[in-house]
């Protein structure tokens, strides 16, 4: 186990790194606009589980292969980015379809959860943040160095599950009180579906990893 002031450092620092809206942030209130409270933190919870393979693979060496491997970093980057933008181009093509269906949500859980898990793995920043971050709050004397890796990711995903909740909460709870103009609704579902194309655009985009 890492020692309880490396935890406290890693905990402060993770702090201000969540609260930033980044990519899950943005991929989260996509959702939750386009299809609600429900579907948002859906989402979140799949995207949080998307990500325990990264953790498991840093704490275990993987991860660092991963990172340095311009071809697997450039893969999983095109793979999440085509994923987000067909979700954004699902959104807008069902909008009014979700304007209907704005009570009882328009997919099952299983399905929300499955998308959100795909986001959260194809994510190649995560696991790039991860390999950069998660060591410097290791002590190499003070136990199993993966065992620490383990406990720092792990403590960084309870904490952004709950900040990113907040999030879907949020905009989906907006999404509920436009939800009495079906114009408005139809177009909040549109824009959430352009966020996460405008995502995906980025993401593939992106400069190439030094």
């Known amino acids: 186990m ?20 980044g990519p899950s942030v943005l991929f989260v209130i996509g959702r939750s606009i386009a299809l609600g409270r429900r579907a948002g933190v859906l989402s979140v919870v799949g995207n949080a589980l998307g990500t325990v393979p990264a953790v498991l ?22 793979v999440g980015a085509i994923y987000l933008v067909w979700l954004g181009i699902q959104a807008i093509r069902h909008r009014h379809a979700h304007v209907a269906g704005a009570t009882r949500g328009p997919s099952s859980s299983w399905t929300l959860l499955r998308q959100g898990f795909v986001v959260g793995l194809t994510n190649p920043k995560t696991i790039a943040f991860f390999v950069a971050v998660l060591p410097q ?74």
């Open 57 to 78: 693979a840093v704490a275990f060496g993987v991860g660092a292969i991963v990172a340095s491997s311009i071809v697997a970093f450039t893969i999983l980057k095109i």
């Open 137 to 210: 709050f290791v002590d190499p004397h003070a136990g199993a160095v993966w065992l620490q890796l383990l406990v720092l990711g792990l403590t960084f995903q309870i904490m952004a599950l709950t900040c990113d909740s907040v999030w879907a909460l949020a905009a989906g709870t907006a999404r509920e009180w436009f939800a009495r103009s079906p114009n408005r609704i139809s177009t909040l579902s549109g824009t959430g579906g352009v966020m996460m194309i405008g995502l995906g655009g980025a993401l593939a985009l992106s400069g190439a990893k030094s």
């Open 2 to 21: 890492p020692p309880i002031e490396n935890v406290l450092a890693f905990v402060a620092a993770s702090v201000i790194i969540i609260v930033i809206p």
